[in-house]
Structure formats: C-alpha cells, structure tokens
Nanobody, 112 residues
C-alpha cells in the first residue's frame, strides 16, 4: 500500500513537500516514482528514485525545482517541490511499478 500526503493550495513561487508512506513490502528493495495528472490531461512521470537513492527527473519543466528523496527507516519517499508554478497544478501519485502499486493521489493547486 502507498499513502500520499502533503498536497494543498499554494501561491506561485511557494513550496510543498509531498510524502508517500509504503507498507506491505520490503521498501528498501524497490525504486519508486512520482507521477502527476494535470486537470484534463494524461498522467505523466515526473521523477523516480532507485533503491540506492539515485534520482532521475523525467520532466524538463521541473528540473532543478523538484527533488525526490527516500528514508528507508521510515518507508517513505518525499517530493520537495520548490518555486511552484500554476502549471504544476495536478494530482500527484506515488508509484511502485515493480509492485504494481499506486497511491490514492494528493491534490496540488498552485495559484498565480
């Protein structure tokens, strides 16, 4: 199971930190990802972290603003989002592809 939290309403230029707590599997053995789905658009892969902590950013628009990290002791991955823009408005989902797991999503709304 994956449970996200930390979404909310923020003004452009602000920051949010999303959390995703995992349970039911050996967290440290798996890579995880953050996806997002903007209103009226397809879900897109944002960033991923390997089981060793290496990260890969898949969206040019968030490069240098979004940072993903993990805390294996807490079975948690984080998404630190800085300098948020209205185009970052979306439902953000945590994913463990190898386990076939998705979280329920957390809404992030950025106002101009």
């Amino acid at each position: 199971q994956l449970v996200e939290s930390g979404g909310g309403l923020v003004h452009a230029g602000g920051s949010l930190r999303l959390s995703c707590v995992a349970s039911g599997f050996t967290f440290s053995k798996y890579g995880l990802s953050w996806y997002r789905q903007p209103p009226g658009k397809e879900r897109e892969l944002v960033i991923a972290i390997s089981r060793t902590g290496d990260t890969t950013t898949y969206l040019d628009s968030v490069e240098g603003r979004f940072i993903m990290s993990r805390d294996n002791a807490k079975n948690t991955v984080y998404l630190q989002m800085n300098n948020l823009k209205p185009d970052d408005t979306a439902v953000y989902y945590c994913n463990a592809r190898a386990r076939g797991l998705w979280g329920q999503g957390t809404q992030v709304t950025v106002t101009s």
